[in-house]
């Protein structure tokens, strides 16, 4: 049974950093490609960093500089850094994992077969 739980959400002010983590579970996580994902109210889901087996990053212009996406094997999880956080970062964020990169890109949905249940994170100004 595959299982992604994100934790370490929270409210930061303009500026501030967060570490997400997600606890991985029930299938091979050093082979598989991970990513991070998040969701504004009324907005679609887009992609904020991916990671594949041999430690390739991909970001969006949007978060690059700012976040960071790293895994540890030998705890199956994946974090994600976030510094310098910006009121348009608030969203929750979904853990994603797929057995291998396909025919999408790296930071569409599309790409995925697991989901996390999502952890909140939001910014003041």
């Known amino acids: 049974q595959v299982q992604l739980v994100e934790s370490g959400g929270g409210s930061v002010q303009t500026g501030g950093s967060l570490r997400l983590s997600c606890a991985a579970s029930?299938?091979?996580?050093?082979?598989?490609?991970m990513a991070w994902f998040r969701q504004a109210p009324g907005k679609e889901r887009e992609g904020v960093a991916s990671?594949?087996?041999?430690?390739?990053?991909t970001y969006p212009d949007s978060v690059k500089g700012r976040f960071t996406i790293s895994k540890d094997n030998a705890k199956n999880t994946l974090y994600l850094q976030m510094n310098s956080l910006k009121p348009e970062d608030i969203a929750m964020y979904y853990c994603?994992?797929?057995?291998?990169?396909?025919?999408?890109?790296?930071?569409?949905?599309?790409?995925?077969?697991?989901w996390g249940q999502g952890t909140q994170v939001t910014v003041s100004s």
């Open positions: 990671i594949t087996s041999i430690g390739t990053t």
């Open positions: 994603a994992a797929a057995p291998r990169p396909g025919r999408w890109g790296l930071l569409q949905r599309g790409m995925y077969n697991y």
């Open positions: 029930g299938f091979s996580f050093s082979t598989y490609l």
